[in-house]
């Protein structure tokens, strides 16, 4: 038994558990979050929807991604990793990935331009955290671009070394 056989259990214990906490969050925890507090004044007051569905539409993303990971488990359980089938969940973990980040990147940009460019000086902190974030965000999509080409290829390698034997 390799050692990643032995692994795919304890990672699909913990894909549920991630999954629950993700469902929780969506159900109790966002909406308590940025419905019913008023901490930061009226001035946050008109961000409580956007920042709901954006955390929201961010959890989803990364659900679907789970279900991609577990359906690709199955596929290294039956020794079919290597197959266009393969291919296709990682297209969708691709596509969640560059859905989350184009999110991201639209609500940093418009917090920052909200918050930021009035004619007060403020503490740049946030914009550097949020900046960050996308920066980082913008990395995993690439690498997950990168990671999908290499599985392409190894797929490629696997179907020509069939047709050989």
């Not at 629950?20 to 929807?49: H, I, K, N």
């Not at 569905?53 to 789970?66: K, R, S």
């Not at 577990?70 to 197959?83: K, N, S």
Request: hydrophobic share 60%; glycine share 6%.
């Amino acid at each position: 038994m390799s050692i990643v056989s032995r692994l795919v259990l304890p990672l699909r214990v913990l894909l549920v558990m991630v999954f629950l906490g993700l469902l929780v969050a969506q159900v109790m925890s966002f909406p308590g979050e940025f419905l019913f507090t008023r901490e930061e004044g009226p001035r946050m007051d008109p961000w409580r929807w956007p920042m709901l569905l954006f955390f929201e539409l961010e959890a989803v993303c990364l659900q679907v991604v789970i279900v991609c990971i577990w359906r690709l488990l199955t596929l290294v359980q039956r020794g079919r990793i290597f197959t266009p089938a393969s291919l296709r969940w990682v297209d969708v973990i691709m596509w969640a990935f560059v859905s989350a980040w184009l999110l991201l990147a639209v609500m940093a940009g418009s917090l920052i331009s909200y918050i930021y460019f009035t004619p007060e000086l403020r503490d740049p902190g946030l914009p550097a955290v949020l900046i960050g974030i996308t920066l980082i965000g913008a990395v995993l999509v690439l690498l997950i671009v990168v990671l999908r080409d290499l599985l392409r290829q190894a797929t490629s390698l696997q179907t020509d070394m069939e047709g050989v034997i």
